[in-house]
């Protein structure tokens, strides 16, 4: 099945820094990529997504890139705040149409010191 | 938007008891919903896929006599922990697939487990 491998967490950055999380996965033919946010004692929400090659997902400043040419779709901010902390999973999605599912990355914990 | 209200948000059950988890897409019908398993500061672990009217798939590894899952309708599914123990204590979240595919994916808030 398809993999996806995560920067390794956790990563703490002061506020206003700018912002880098590593996603590349594996995949046969190219799935929809999904950025998704766990904030503390909480479910996942879609951070943003790409669906084909070169599209840019993008949310509440946070930005994607879907690079068939590396497998990658790392997710980036420009200046990050304190509210921005949480867990991040990058998820492409596997399968056939009417099969589909999302594989996870192992999340990157992310805590942002004002 | 899409919700998915997920019932209870924390559950604290007897060894041997079950426990019943509900998954509920509030304004959309689902098509397919997911059950996963999170462990502390761990990633989710994909449990099994549910479509309405239909047996779940089990992901290789889940016991689907412990995990029983019921998918009766568009809106509901259901987990149910049977003989509960302290080694089931988790986070379980539910996920649904919106019918129209541009939707993407709707998590519940999670179920936190403890097994005593």
Redesign the interface.
Known sequence: GDSVTQMEGPVTLSEEAFLTINCTYTATGYPSLFWYVQYPGEGLQLLLKATKADDKGSNKGFEATYRKETTSFHLEKGSVQVSDSAVYFCAPQEGVQGAQKLVFGQGTRLTINP | GAV?S?HPSWVICKSGTSVKIECRSLDFQATTM?WYRQFP????M?MA?SNEGSKATYEQGVEKDKFLINHASLTLSTLTVTSAHPEDSSFY?C?A?HRESNY???????TRLTVV
């Open positions: 998915v997920q997911f500061k761990q990633s989710l994909l896929t979240i996920s697939k993407g994916y709707t998590f519940g808030s999670g």
